[in-house]
């Protein structure tokens, strides 16, 4: 879970860097039981994320898509100043 979460935290922060553009990231990561994390990153930015099919001579645009693979579950919760993207994550075995 570790290693996927790592993955996932760069990704939704690129994401944030890339396409928010303010000068305020927040990580929050919330135990939600025995086997169950969720990682959320907060911006400023009100603009939903949207998972897109990237071409094959593209170098970027598959992010979303490995979060939403590697994710139990994951979504965008809508705040007043802005917006959290979340990561739920289940642990295996």
Same mark, same amino acid.
């Given at each position: 879970m570790a290693e996927d /979460? !790592?993955?996932i935290v760069?990704? #939704?922060v690129a994401n944030a860097v890339q396409h928010a553009r303010r000068e305020s $990231?927040?990580?929050? $990561?919330?135990?939600? /039981? %025995? %086997?169950?994390v969720r990682v959320g990153v907060a911006d400023?930015?009100? !603009?939903?994320?949207?998972k897109r099919e990237a071409d094959d001579d593209e170098e970027g645009g598959? /992010?979303?898509?490995l979060v939403a693979a #590697? %994710? %139990?579950?994951w979504g965008t919760d809508e705040r007043?100043?802005?917006?959290?993207?979340?990561?739920?994550?289940e642990g295996r075995g």
């Open positions: /979460g !790592a993955l760069s990704e #939704l $990231i927040r990580v929050v $990561i919330d135990r939600l /039981g %025995a %086997a169950r400023f930015s009100r !603009a939903r994320p949207v598959r /992010g979303l898509r #590697l %994710a %139990a579950d007043r100043w802005g917006k959290i993207v979340w990561v739920d994550l």
